[in-house]
């Protein structure tokens, strides 16, 4: 039998990623193609940027190349004027930050991990946490590497890895196997790194602080479309006063043997997901005058567009009873793997990425569902100011009350 293939090691570069390379082409560059590509004149462009980068919602021009506002058949004008770029969409969910009272649980992937697990929720279990904020003596807290390669001997591989504070999937990796007597773990793609330079990029690029989880495995349609990942779906639910309700949804599809689904990675693809129906449409893949909409994976042949998503009505399910259990967290994205044993909340972001929801479904986000949960955050924070007014003057008039009837008695 021909002896397996040997792991390389990954000394040339770092086994984990640490910074995000895509970048999009100059948007001189890319004036004269929109001209050519879309039949709008350059003075037509300038006078969009003119509405939409300097007046309206202030995107960038970047922004406004980015989602494709240029393509008039596609967006019209009145749709254009609900879009928003990066500054706008932090406004958005800033005002929805100002009176959570679960940013801090949201934003620590063990509490909310734990949260959601005491309520019965499905979640990717967290077996090792390298560093953090933790006891010194929580019985998954690993303080040195020894620790970490005690652990890793007795793990049951494969497992994935990723950061604390995770941003655009940097960081994460798939672990398939551990030798001891070397102490080099072993990737995805057939890489290895040893323990010791693990560590080190781990202090390094992401302060330290690293989890192990156990790896859920896609259910079978989804990995028959991505041949491999972990797709999941991003579902943006919105509370307007009468509870959550899913605002938007999107899956996030695997391609190119990536282990993490984020946009921004060469060959993964974004589709818009029909909020009712759990329906695919067709996939974004790239942005820009570049990216285009796809109907089959890439990869796979696989078919997308018109594919309903299995269990759809449980994971529909999870993503608004998850929401239910933090209250007073109005917005939330959350990221959902479809697994053969049902949805699996992998974690929550009170930062939902509105940008990402636009480009696919190629709608703003600024609608009237959206404005009826801004003014509804609006009435809570002006209710909450009056009621902390109303007790303040309730209090100044007891005092009053107090030292008239105090002096009253000192008199008499």
Same mark, same amino acid.
């Given at each position: 039998?021909?002896?397996?293939?040997?792991?390389?090691?990954?000394?040339?570069?770092?086994?984990?990623?640490? *910074?995000?390379?895509?970048? *999009? /082409?100059?948007?001189?560059?890319?004036? /004269?193609?929109?001209?050519?590509?879309?039949?709008?004149?350059?003075?037509?462009?300038?006078?969009?940027? &003119?509405? !939409?980068?300097?007046?309206?919602?202030?995107?960038?021009?970047?922004?406004?190349?980015?989602?494709?506002?240029?393509?008039?058949?596609?967006?019209? /004008?009145?749709?254009?004027? %609900?879009?928003?770029?990066?500054?706008?969409?932090?406004?958005?969910?800033?005002?929805?930050?100002?009176?959570?009272?679960?940013?801090?649980?949201?934003?620590?992937?063990?509490?909310?991990?734990?949260?959601?697990?005491?309520?019965?929720?499905?979640?990717?279990?967290?077996?090792?946490?390298?560093?953090? #904020? !933790? /006891?010194?003596?929580?019985?998954?807290?690993?303080?040195?590497?020894?620790?970490?390669?005690?652990?890793?001997?007795?793990?049951?591989?494969?497992?994935?890895?990723?950061?604390?504070?995770?941003?655009?999937?940097?960081?994460?990796?798939?672990?398939?196997?551990?030798?001891?007597?070397?102490?080099?773990?072993?990737?995805?793609?057939? %890489?290895?790194?040893?323990?010791?330079?693990?560590?080190?990029?781990?202090?390094?690029?992401?302060?330290?602080? !690293?989890?192990?989880?156990?790896?859920?495995?896609?259910?079978?349609?989804?990995?028959?479309?991505?041949?491999?990942?972990?797709?999941?779906?991003?579902?943006?639910?919105?509370?307007?006063?009468?509870?959550?309700? $899913?605002?938007?949804?999107?899956?996030?599809?695997?391609?190119?043997?990536?282990?993490?689904?984020?946009?921004?990675?060469?060959?993964?693809?974004?589709?818009?997901?029909?909020?009712?129906?759990?329906?695919?449409? =067709?996939?974004?893949?790239? &942005?820009?005058?570049?990216?285009?909409?796809?109907?089959?994976?890439?990869?796979?042949?696989?078919?997308?567009?018109?594919?309903?998503?299995?269990?759809?009505?449980?994971?529909?399910?999870?993503?608004?009873?998850?929401?239910?259990?933090?209250?007073?967290?109005?917005? $939330?994205?959350?990221?959902?793997?479809?697994?053969?044993?049902?949805?699996?909340?992998?974690?929550?972001? !009170?930062?939902?990425?509105? $940008? &990402? *929801?636009?480009?696919? #479904?190629?709608?703003?986000?600024?609608?009237?569902?959206?404005?009826?949960?801004?003014?509804? &955050?609006?009435?809570?924070?002006?209710?909450?100011?009056?009621? $902390?007014?109303?007790?303040?003057?309730?209090?100044?008039?007891?005092?009053?009350?107090?030292? =008239?009837?105090?002096?009253?008695?000192?008199?008499?």
């Amino acid at each position: 039998m021909p002896e397996k293939a040997q792991p390389e090691m990954t000394n040339a570069q770092p086994a984990l990623d640490h *910074m995000s390379v895509k970048q *999009m /082409p100059a948007f001189a560059q890319v004036m /004269p193609r929109v001209a050519a590509e879309y039949g709008k004149s350059l003075p037509g462009q300038l006078r969009d940027l &003119m509405t !939409y980068c300097l007046r309206g919602n202030k995107l960038s021009v970047d922004e406004y190349y980015a989602m494709c506002l240029f393509d008039d058949e596609a967006i019209p /004008p009145e749709e254009k004027k %609900r879009y928003v770029g990066l500054q706008k969409s932090r406004d958005i969910w800033g005002q929805f930050l100002e009176k959570n009272p679960w940013t801090g649980v949201i934003d620590d992937k063990l509490a909310y991990e734990k949260l959601l697990s005491g309520f019965g929720f499905k979640t990717a279990q967290t077996l090792a946490i390298v560093g953090g #904020h !933790y /006891p010194a003596d929580h019985p998954r807290r690993l303080a040195t590497t020894d620790a970490l390669a005690e652990f890793l001997t007795d793990a049951r591989f494969p497992l994935f890895g990723k950061p604390f504070n995770s941003r655009q999937s940097l960081g994460s990796a798939r672990f398939s196997g551990y030798d001891a007597s070397s102490r080099v773990l072993t990737l995805s793609g057939n %890489r290895a790194v040893s323990l010791d330079d693990l560590w080190t990029e781990i202090g390094t690029h992401f302060g330290g602080t !690293y989890l192990f989880q156990e790896l859920i495995e896609a259910d079978p349609v989804l990995a028959n479309i991505c041949g491999g990942g972990l797709p999941t779906v991003r579902i943006v639910t919105l509370d307007s006063g009468g509870g959550p309700e $899913i605002f938007r949804a999107a899956i996030k599809l695997t391609g190119k043997g990536n282990v993490a689904d984020n946009f921004w990675r060469e060959g993964n693809l974004l589709a818009p997901v029909d909020a009712e129906a759990g329906r695919m449409g =067709a996939a974004l893949t790239g &942005m820009g005058i570049d990216g285009r909409f796809i109907d089959e994976h890439p990869d796979s042949g696989a078919r997308i567009e018109g594919v309903e998503l299995p269990q759809w009505q449980a994971t529909r399910d999870a993503a608004i009873a998850a929401a239910s259990v933090t209250h007073g967290a109005l917005l $939330i994205g959350f990221d959902i793997a479809v697994s053969a044993a049902g949805p699996v909340i992998i974690e929550a972001n !009170y930062d939902p990425h509105l $940008i &990402m *929801m636009q480009a696919c #479904h190629r709608k703003g986000v600024l609608d009237g569902h959206m404005q009826t949960g801004l003014d509804h &955050m609006k009435a809570v924070i002006a209710g909450q100011h009056a009621d $902390i007014k109303a007790h303040v003057l309730a209090e100044r008039a007891q005092n009053k009350k107090d030292l =008239a009837e105090a002096l009253g008695r000192k008199v008499a």
